[in-house]
Antibody, heavy 121, light 108 residues
């Protein structure tokens, strides 16, 4: 069974930084494409970005609202996915889900439970 | 950017009834690269369908997807109590990938 265990999250001031981690077990992490999706309180879903496996080139793509501020990375030796968030804005307040990607690029087939990030002064 | 519009916003039905949820795209979604997700309160979403009409692993066959181009439908043939939730469509044909705003299926 695939398990995605998140850590991180919390309250941060505008302009601050935060790092989310997502440890994956029961899955071939090295071959996996991984992603982050967020959901603002009471709102819909929004892709943050995706990282391909190293074997597939390791390309990382972000959506425009976070490009240049957020960084997705992976540590295959720890089967862990990261999301480094810098220059946080109030509108980044959301639950952040880590996902595995299967059945097609940007198709999230397994989801972690989500980490709440609150950006507020 | 492809904008997805889901209708209706809320669907009020009884267990055992059939549900039909629509997803309209502002541009053609090529290769039927459209997915559907289910989300219950306080939970992460769950992938139901991909490629417009293929069920993800473990999804019961009362869920089916259809459509092409700019019009897609998720059908639940007979609603079970656990099917009352919010459903999102998502296109992954062009960048950026985008979600619809969701359809809530509630108990009548």
């Amino acid at each position: 069974e695939v398990q995605l265990e998140k850590s991180g999250g919390g309250l941060v001031k505008p302009g601050g930084s935060l790092r989310l981690s997502c440890a994956i077990s029961g899955y071939n992490f090295i071959a996996a494409w991984m992603g982050w999706v967020r959901q603002a309180p009471g709102k819909g879903l929004e892709w943050v970005g995706r990282i391909k496996s190293k074997a597939d080139g390791g390309a990382i793509d972000y959506v425009a609202p976070v490009k240049g501020r957020f960084t997705i990375s992976r540590d295959d030796s720890k089967t862990t996915l990261y999301l480094q968030m810098n220059s946080l804005k109030i509108e980044d307040t959301a639950v952040y889900f880590c996902t595995t990607i299967g059945y097609g690029d940007f198709v999230a087939d397994n989801w972690g439970q989500g980490a709440l990030v609150t950006v507020s002064s | 950017e492809i904008v997805l519009t889901q209708s209706p916003g809320t669907l009020s039905l009884s267990p055992g009834e059939r549900a039909a949820l629509s997803c309209w795209a502002s541009q053609t979604v090529g290769s039927n690269f459209l997915a559907w997700y289910q989300q219950k309160p306080g939970q992460a979403p769950r992938l139901l369908m991909y490629g417009a009409s293929s069920r993800a692993t473990g999804i019961p066959d009362r869920f089916s997807g259809s459509g092409s181009g700019t019009e897609f439908t998720l059908t639940i043939s007979r609603l079970e109590p656990e099917d009352f939730a919010v459903y999102y469509c998502q296109q992954y044909d062009s960048s950026p990938p985008t979600f619809g705003q969701g359809t809530k299926v509630e108990i009548k």
